[in-house]
């Protein structure tokens, strides 16, 4: 079972960036879809990037343009380069792996950007 874990999320500045990361362990793992989801305090769950199934990417068009996803196989971790964060960009940011329907979750990292 493959397990994820989110990490460097914070308070940041309006304008300012932060890198997350998801660190993928366990048995199972392989290439696969990835991505981001967040979830603002009274809002759904929303895409922010991902990679599909065949390696291609796409992006909300909310952070197109301010985000880039990458990940490092032999590593088994997945990034999200967040710059020129804005206000609205606050959220709780959950990894997923894995296709719809079996997908896995991470427990999400907590990313605050003030005006």
């Known amino acids: 079972q493959v397990q994820l874990v989110e990490s460097g999320g914070g308070l940041v500045q309006a304008g300012g960036s932060l890198r997350l990361s998801c660190a993928a362990s366990g048995s199972g793992f392989s290439i696969s879809a990835m991505g981001w989801y967040r979830q603002a305090p009274g809002k759904q769950r929303e895409l922010v990037a991902g990679?599909?199934?065949?390696?291609?990417?796409n992006y909300a068009v909310s952070v197109e343009g301010r985000c880039t996803i990458s990940r490092d196989n032999a590593k088994r971790t997945m990034y999200l380069q967040m710059n020129s964060l804005k206000p609205e960009d606050t959220a709780v940011y959950y990894c997923?792996?894995?296709?719809?329907?079996?997908?896995?979750w991470g427990q999400g990292t907590q990313v605050t950007v003030s005006s």
């Open positions: 990679f599909t199934n065949g390696g291609t990417t």
């Open positions: 997923f792996y894995g296709p719809l329907g079996l997908r896995i």
